[in-house]
């Protein structure tokens, strides 16, 4: 009988790489919410894969631009730089995700902080679906290769699941021995109320596109299981006038579609039905408030 494995996994990289999506495919359910804009995930979300005796505590975090202080000064960016950061310290292993459409300065500064911590690494080139030319990967591979000492390089497309199972097999082979930490049928360390809030924000931002910056937080002010139906109330925080108008749309018809959008994926998390109700309320330079950002989670 092998001695059983646990260690964490974090799954780093520049913004809007395929983190999120990389996560939600090798754990096999939806837990970390996507989007096309850039820096959706604000907080380290944790996924537990537990397999016979091994169990991988996947980190799924924010994209990291580079080492530098923020220019903005925005205290929310710093928050999610130093979420990415702290994982790459504290993980068994990093999974540098990689585009495959070419290396950038953005990537560079993500593999400076693996070097920086000496963290063991395996490299996931994603997106391999979108290359107009497939001659273009391997002197990718080489020159990352030449990078650093990956224990591997793995050309893959996590949105259709290509090269997923080497990649978790790899993951596996380097875990530590070591007690499992978790009970093998958790999926996450975060509370429902924390998905129900996360699922709000992705249709929230995938309604808005670029209409809106990254001004919006979520919080779950209610959640009442009742014998029929679970009652969620939930707040929509932004930071300007105009910007509520923007959420409630026309007639209250945007706020409608997000609530109808997000009940679908909250009633799977919940495992029944939801009434959910929100509201759209202002709070001037929240992202800018160390007060604030505790309140509304971001501690």
């Given at each position: 009988m092998t001695n059983p494995r646990c260690g964490y996994a974090g799954i780093v990289g520049r913004p809007n790489v395929g983190k999120s999506t990389l996560l939600n495919h090798l754990m096999g359910t939806k837990l970390s919410i996507t989007s096309r804009k850039p820096q959706t995930t604000r907080i380290n979300l944790l996924g537990i894969s537990t397999r016979g005796q091994t169990q991988i505590i996947f980190v799924d975090t924010p994209g990291l631009?580079?080492?530098?202080?923020?220019?903005?000064?925005r205290k929310i960016n710093r928050y999610m730089s130093n979420q990415a950061m702290a994982a790459v310290?504290?993980?068994?292993l990093a999974v540098l995700l990689v585009d495959a459409r070419g290396w950038t300065e953005a990537d560079e500064a993500v593999l400076a902080l693996i070097k920086r911590e000496g963290v063991a690494a395996i490299c996931g080139i994603n997106k391999i679906d979108r290359l107009a030319r497939k001659d273009v990967l391997l002197p990718?591979?080489?020159e990352i290769h030449d990078k650093y000492a990956f224990e591997a390089i793995i050309p893959m497309s996590a949105l259709h699941r290509r090269g997923l199972d080497d990649l978790s097999a790899e993951i596996a082979g380097l875990m530590p021995d070591g007690p499992h930490l978790f009970d093998s049928d958790a999926l996450t360390d975060r509370p429902l109320v924390f998905l129900v809030a996360e699922?709000?924000?992705?249709?929230l931002m995938r309604q808005l596109g670029d209409e809106l910056p990254h001004r919006t937080t979520v919080v779950v002010e209610r959640y009442d299981v009742g014998a029929v139906i679970t009652e969620i109330d939930a707040v929509i925080y932004v930071e300007r006038q105009s910007q509520k108008a923007i959420v409630i749309g026309r007639g209250g018809k945007r706020l409608k579609a997000i609530g109808q959008e997000a009940r679908g994926n909250i009633e799977d998390l919940a495992g029944g039905k939801v009434m959910l109700n929100l509201w759209v309320k202002?709070?001037?330079?929240?992202?800018n408030n160390d007060e604030l950002l505790a309140r509304f989670g971001y501690r």
């Open positions: 631009r580079d080492l530098r202080p923020d220019p903005s000064g310290a504290d993980v068994d990718l591979m080489k699922a709000i924000r992705e249709k202002v709070q001037p330079g929240w992202s």
